[in-house]
Protein backbone atom coordinates (compact mmCIF):
# COMPACT_ATOMS: atom_id res chain seq x y z
CA UNK A 1 0.00 0.00 0.00
CA UNK A 2 1.50 3.17 -1.03
CA UNK A 3 1.88 5.21 2.20
CA UNK A 4 -1.44 6.82 3.09
CA UNK A 5 -3.28 6.70 5.71
CA UNK A 6 -6.42 8.07 7.65
CA UNK A 7 -7.29 9.10 10.78
CA UNK A 8 -9.43 8.37 12.90
CA UNK A 9 -10.96 4.90 11.34
CA UNK A 10 -14.74 5.18 13.37
CA UNK A 11 -16.16 7.89 14.12
CA UNK A 12 -19.56 8.27 15.73
CA UNK A 13 -21.13 11.85 16.26
CA UNK A 14 -23.66 13.68 16.97
CA UNK A 15 -25.76 15.85 14.96
CA UNK A 16 -24.82 19.33 15.00
CA UNK A 17 -20.69 18.63 16.13
CA UNK A 18 -17.49 19.78 14.38
CA UNK A 19 -15.89 17.12 12.63
CA UNK A 20 -12.25 16.87 11.20
CA UNK A 21 -10.84 13.79 9.08
CA UNK A 22 -6.88 13.64 8.64
CA UNK A 23 -5.34 12.24 5.43
CA UNK A 24 -1.54 11.92 5.70
CA UNK A 25 0.44 10.70 3.23
CA UNK A 26 4.87 10.08 2.96
CA UNK A 27 4.73 9.83 -0.80
CA UNK A 28 5.04 13.63 -1.04
CA UNK A 29 2.53 13.40 -4.16
CA UNK A 30 1.21 17.14 -4.91
CA UNK A 31 -2.55 16.17 -5.22
CA UNK A 32 -4.98 14.80 -2.99
CA UNK A 33 -8.53 14.31 -2.86
CA UNK A 34 -11.46 13.43 -0.52
CA UNK A 35 -14.35 11.51 -2.10
CA UNK A 36 -17.27 9.52 0.08
CA UNK A 37 -18.54 6.38 -0.77
CA UNK A 38 -22.21 5.55 -0.59
CA UNK A 39 -24.48 2.65 -2.17
CA UNK A 40 -26.02 3.42 -4.90
CA UNK A 41 -23.55 6.84 -5.64
CA UNK A 42 -20.34 5.02 -6.06
CA UNK A 43 -17.63 7.25 -5.25
CA UNK A 44 -18.11 11.33 -5.21
CA UNK A 45 -15.09 13.92 -4.72
CA UNK A 46 -15.75 16.11 -1.98
CA UNK A 47 -13.18 18.55 -2.43
CA UNK A 48 -9.31 18.31 -3.86
CA UNK A 49 -5.71 19.74 -3.46
CA UNK A 50 -2.96 20.29 -5.98
CA UNK A 51 -0.71 21.83 -4.00
CA UNK A 52 -0.17 23.45 -0.26
CA UNK A 53 -2.68 25.80 0.16
CA UNK A 54 -4.36 25.21 -3.60
CA UNK A 55 -8.03 23.41 -2.83
CA UNK A 56 -10.89 23.57 -5.48
CA UNK A 57 -14.37 21.91 -4.62
CA UNK A 58 -15.78 18.42 -6.08
CA UNK A 59 -19.39 17.40 -7.37
CA UNK A 60 -20.39 17.51 -3.45
CA UNK A 61 -18.66 19.98 -1.20
CA UNK A 62 -21.51 21.39 0.40
CA UNK A 63 -21.38 21.02 4.53
CA UNK A 64 -17.33 19.96 3.83
CA UNK A 65 -14.13 22.53 4.35
CA UNK A 66 -10.70 21.21 3.58
CA UNK A 67 -7.42 22.37 4.23
CA UNK A 68 -3.45 21.90 3.29
CA UNK A 69 -1.04 23.76 5.03
CA UNK A 70 1.56 21.02 4.36
CA UNK A 71 2.45 18.36 1.42
CA UNK A 72 1.73 15.25 3.44
CA UNK A 73 -1.57 16.33 5.13
CA UNK A 74 -5.13 16.90 3.92
CA UNK A 75 -7.69 17.86 6.13
CA UNK A 76 -11.65 17.10 5.89
CA UNK A 77 -13.75 18.85 8.03
CA UNK A 78 -17.70 19.12 8.73
CA UNK A 79 -18.38 22.16 9.55
CA UNK A 80 -21.80 20.97 11.49
CA UNK A 81 -22.32 17.27 11.29
CA UNK A 82 -25.67 16.28 9.88
CA UNK A 83 -26.96 12.72 9.33
CA UNK A 84 -26.88 13.03 5.67
CA UNK A 85 -23.24 13.24 5.97
CA UNK A 86 -22.94 9.41 7.54
CA UNK A 87 -21.09 7.79 5.37
CA UNK A 88 -17.14 6.00 4.25
CA UNK A 89 -14.95 8.86 3.37
CA UNK A 90 -11.68 8.15 1.76
CA UNK A 91 -8.67 9.87 0.83
CA UNK A 92 -6.74 9.35 -2.26
CA UNK A 93 -3.16 10.97 -3.76
CA UNK A 94 -1.71 11.07 -7.37
CA UNK A 95 1.67 12.51 -8.53
CA UNK A 96 -0.03 13.81 -11.61
CA UNK A 97 -3.36 13.95 -13.16
CA UNK A 98 -1.79 12.80 -16.66
CA UNK A 99 0.84 11.56 -18.14
CA UNK A 100 1.10 8.18 -16.67
CA UNK A 101 1.38 9.35 -13.21
CA UNK A 102 -2.23 10.16 -13.15
CA UNK A 103 -2.95 6.77 -10.72
CA UNK A 104 -4.73 7.70 -7.27
CA UNK A 105 -3.78 5.41 -4.75
CA UNK A 106 -6.20 5.14 -1.58
CA UNK A 107 -5.83 5.47 1.98
CA UNK A 108 -8.28 2.47 3.98
CA UNK A 109 -11.00 4.85 4.67
CA UNK A 110 -13.05 6.66 7.57
CA UNK A 111 -16.04 5.13 8.55
CA UNK A 112 -18.59 8.06 9.95
CA UNK A 113 -21.65 7.72 11.53
CA UNK A 114 -23.89 10.76 12.54
CA UNK A 115 -26.15 10.34 14.97
CA UNK B 1 -21.99 16.65 -18.61
CA UNK B 2 -18.85 13.99 -18.11
CA UNK B 3 -21.01 10.82 -16.76
CA UNK B 4 -19.64 7.73 -15.80
CA UNK B 5 -22.78 4.99 -16.02
CA UNK B 6 -22.81 1.30 -14.98
CA UNK B 7 -25.72 0.37 -15.39
CA UNK B 8 -25.42 -2.87 -13.32
CA UNK B 9 -25.26 -2.99 -9.65
CA UNK B 10 -24.80 -6.62 -9.08
CA UNK B 11 -23.36 -8.86 -11.56
CA UNK B 12 -23.35 -12.93 -10.34
CA UNK B 13 -21.53 -15.41 -12.30
CA UNK B 14 -20.55 -19.18 -12.10
CA UNK B 15 -16.35 -20.00 -11.31
CA UNK B 16 -15.09 -20.15 -14.66
CA UNK B 17 -17.78 -18.60 -16.88
CA UNK B 18 -17.01 -15.48 -19.18
CA UNK B 19 -17.42 -11.60 -17.43
CA UNK B 20 -18.51 -8.64 -18.57
CA UNK B 21 -18.70 -5.52 -16.42
CA UNK B 22 -20.34 -2.73 -18.27
CA UNK B 23 -19.33 0.69 -18.76
CA UNK B 24 -20.54 3.35 -20.49
CA UNK B 25 -19.26 7.09 -20.50
CA UNK B 26 -20.38 10.78 -22.33
CA UNK B 27 -17.37 12.91 -22.57
CA UNK B 28 -16.43 15.81 -25.11
CA UNK B 29 -13.17 15.29 -26.36
CA UNK B 30 -10.73 12.21 -26.01
CA UNK B 31 -11.68 10.56 -22.96
CA UNK B 32 -8.75 8.40 -20.21
CA UNK B 33 -10.66 6.15 -18.84
CA UNK B 34 -9.91 3.75 -15.71
CA UNK B 35 -11.19 0.27 -13.93
CA UNK B 36 -10.48 0.56 -9.98
CA UNK B 37 -11.26 -2.59 -8.13
CA UNK B 38 -12.06 -3.12 -4.44
CA UNK B 39 -11.43 -6.38 -2.60
CA UNK B 40 -13.12 -6.96 0.76
CA UNK B 41 -11.35 -5.73 3.16
CA UNK B 42 -8.99 -4.05 0.94
CA UNK B 43 -8.30 -0.47 -0.58
CA UNK B 44 -9.48 0.56 -3.75
CA UNK B 45 -6.83 0.35 -6.67
CA UNK B 46 -6.20 0.52 -9.91
CA UNK B 47 -6.91 -2.39 -12.00
CA UNK B 48 -6.15 -0.88 -15.53
CA UNK B 49 -6.16 1.95 -17.70
CA UNK B 50 -6.84 1.72 -21.31
CA UNK B 51 -4.24 3.82 -22.53
CA UNK B 52 -1.60 0.94 -21.95
CA UNK B 53 -3.89 -1.76 -23.59
CA UNK B 54 -2.59 -4.27 -20.79
CA UNK B 55 -4.38 -7.06 -19.40
CA UNK B 56 -4.09 -7.50 -15.31
CA UNK B 57 -5.56 -10.43 -13.89
CA UNK B 58 -6.61 -11.26 -16.81
CA UNK B 59 -9.20 -8.37 -17.52
CA UNK B 60 -8.95 -6.46 -20.61
CA UNK B 61 -11.37 -3.74 -21.47
CA UNK B 62 -11.34 -1.90 -24.45
CA UNK B 63 -12.08 1.68 -25.86
CA UNK B 64 -15.35 2.20 -28.16
CA UNK B 65 -15.97 5.55 -28.84
CA UNK B 66 -18.25 4.90 -31.30
CA UNK B 67 -20.45 3.10 -28.61
CA UNK B 68 -18.66 5.51 -25.64
CA UNK B 69 -18.11 2.21 -23.85
CA UNK B 70 -15.02 1.01 -21.63
CA UNK B 71 -16.33 -2.17 -21.03
CA UNK B 72 -14.52 -4.78 -18.30
CA UNK B 73 -14.15 -8.23 -20.11
CA UNK B 74 -12.46 -11.84 -18.52
CA UNK B 75 -12.99 -14.56 -20.33
CA UNK B 76 -13.17 -17.21 -17.37
CA UNK B 77 -13.79 -15.71 -13.66
CA UNK B 78 -12.64 -16.83 -10.55
CA UNK B 79 -13.57 -16.81 -7.52
CA UNK B 80 -10.75 -14.26 -6.26
CA UNK B 81 -12.47 -12.20 -8.68
CA UNK B 82 -14.97 -11.22 -6.40
CA UNK B 83 -14.78 -7.36 -5.35
CA UNK B 84 -16.55 -4.14 -6.20
CA UNK B 85 -15.83 -2.59 -9.83
CA UNK B 86 -15.55 1.23 -10.51
CA UNK B 87 -14.99 2.89 -13.95
CA UNK B 88 -14.00 5.97 -14.23
CA UNK B 89 -12.79 8.76 -16.29
CA UNK B 90 -10.67 12.11 -15.94
CA UNK B 91 -11.85 15.01 -16.25
CA UNK B 92 -9.29 17.85 -15.86
CA UNK B 93 -7.79 17.42 -12.51
CA UNK B 94 -10.93 15.02 -10.89
CA UNK B 95 -11.73 11.30 -11.54
CA UNK B 96 -15.34 10.74 -12.17
CA UNK B 97 -16.50 7.63 -10.85
CA UNK B 98 -19.54 5.43 -12.19
CA UNK B 99 -21.66 4.00 -9.07
CA UNK B 100 -19.64 0.74 -9.49
CA UNK B 101 -20.54 -3.12 -10.18
CA UNK B 102 -20.15 -5.77 -7.42
CA UNK B 103 -18.90 -9.08 -9.02
CA UNK B 104 -19.85 -12.26 -7.27
CA UNK B 105 -18.48 -15.41 -8.71
CA UNK B 106 -20.02 -18.68 -7.00
CA UNK B 107 -17.81 -21.65 -6.64
Known amino acids: DAGITQSPRHKVTETGTPVTLRCHQT?????MYWYRQDPGHGLRLIHY???????DKGEVSDGYSVSRSKTEDFLLTLESATSSQTSVYFC??????????????FGPGTRLTVL | AQRVTQPEKLLSVFKGAPVELKCNYS??????LFWYVQYSRQRLQLLLR??SRESIKGFTADLNKGETSFHLKKPFAQEEDSAMYYC?????????FGTGTRLQVFP
Open chain 1, 92 to 105: AISESTRGGRDTQY
Open chain 2, 27 to 32: YSGSPE
Open chain 1, 27 to 31: ENHRY
Open chain 2, 88 to 96: ALINTDKLI
Open chain 1, 49 to 55: SYGVKDT
Open chain 2, 50 to 51: HI
